[in-house]
């Protein structure tokens, strides 16, 4: 597999990881004239979700990575132990989710997120294949799940209107 390829694979579970949680810099860094940096504290629950969801989408993009390399690579008890792990961070992801928003979002939410994830296999295979039609399928169905996980995100929170939440658009490839 190329570079390119690798990288294209990654860096789309990398958006839909990005897309979920709005992700930004830590606010740690140099104060002006001082050594010390500066660190904000919070203990709101939303501050603790942010917390998880960094921790736990960091883990599942590296476990994603795992798993995508070792089916590539065609090393089966690997691939298998990397894929039941990243199915254990799906569930840790959706028990956070389902930690400010309710035990609904997170029954709705493990599903929806798994489905990303049988995108990403998909377009594995059509790399490991060669089969160009199977790889634009996947680009095309996470292109339009980031749609549904939109929505999804905005009637969790209404703050988050689901027209603003979409990062790819219809020219990603």
């Not at 629950?45 to 993009?61: F, K, Q, T, W």
């Not at 090393?75 to 609904?104: C, H, P, Q, T």
């Amino acid at each position: 597999m190329s570079t390119s390829t690798m990288v294209k694979s990654v860096c789309a579970l990398a958006s839909v990881a990005v897309l979920a949680t709005g992700c930004a810099q830590s606010m740690a860094g140099p104060m002006s004239g001082g050594e010390k940096p500066m660190v904000a504290a919070s203990t709101t629950p939303a501050a603790s979700l942010r917390v998880a969801l960094n921790s736990l989408l960091g883990e599942h993009v590296i476990l994603a990575a795992a798993a995508t390399g070792a089916a590539l690579d065609g090393r089966d008890a690997e691939f298998k132990a990397a894929a039941g792990a990243l199915d254990a961070n799906s569930v840790e992801i959706a028990k956070a989710i389902g930690s400010v928003y309710g035990e609904g979002a997170e029954q709705a939410f493990l599903p929806l997120w798994r489905r990303h994830i049988g995108f990403a296999v998909d377009y594995t295979v059509g790399v490991a294949t060669k089969d160009q039609a199977k790889q634009q399928k996947a680009v095309n169905d996470l292109i339009a799940y980031t749609q549904d996980f939109g929505a999804f995100l905005s009637s969790a929170n209404p703050n988050l209107p689901s027209a603003s939440l979409p990062i790819w658009s219809s020219t990603t490839s």
